[in-house]
């Protein structure tokens, strides 16, 4: 059982920047795969960002260069750093486990992100 807690989540002008933060409970930690979805208003959620739990990353076109993931294992804490954010970066944003072997996926609860002016 893995409970994921988001944080970090608010009101931000455009060309702003913001900091996720997703806290994971349980000691296997850094075997998990984590990665972090987005759903905005009326569209599919979407995946933006993941790393592997040998901190390989991977991105969404629409957020190359702008975001980062990392992980930090020692605090069973995943991050997301966004930068130049822009209106359309405006959703609720999940975190992701991936347990293995089994592959099981938890969700957090979301935190949401409102870019504008």
């Known amino acids: 059982q893995v409970q994921l807690v988001e944080s970090g989540g608010g009101l931000v002008q455009p060309g702003g920047s913001l900091r996720l933060s997703c806290a994971a409970s349980?000691?296997?930690?850094?075997?998990?795969?984590m990665r972090w979805y987005r759903q905005a208003p009326g569209k599919e959620r979407e995946l933006v960002a993941a790393?592997?739990?040998?901190?390989?990353?991977n991105y969404a076109d629409s957020v190359k260069g702008r975001f980062t993931i990392s992980r930090d294992n020692a605090k069973n804490t995943v991050y997301l750093q966004m930068n130049s954010l822009k209106p359309e970066d405006t959703a609720v944003y999940y975190c992701?486990?991936?347990?293995?072997?089994?592959?099981?996926?938890?969700w957090g609860q979301g935190t949401r992100v409102t870019v504008s002016s």
């Open positions: 992701v486990a991936i347990v293995p072997p089994s592959l099981f996926t938890y």
């Open positions: 349980g000691s296997s930690f850094s075997r998990n795969a």
């Open positions: 790393i592997s739990s040998g901190s390989i990353t």
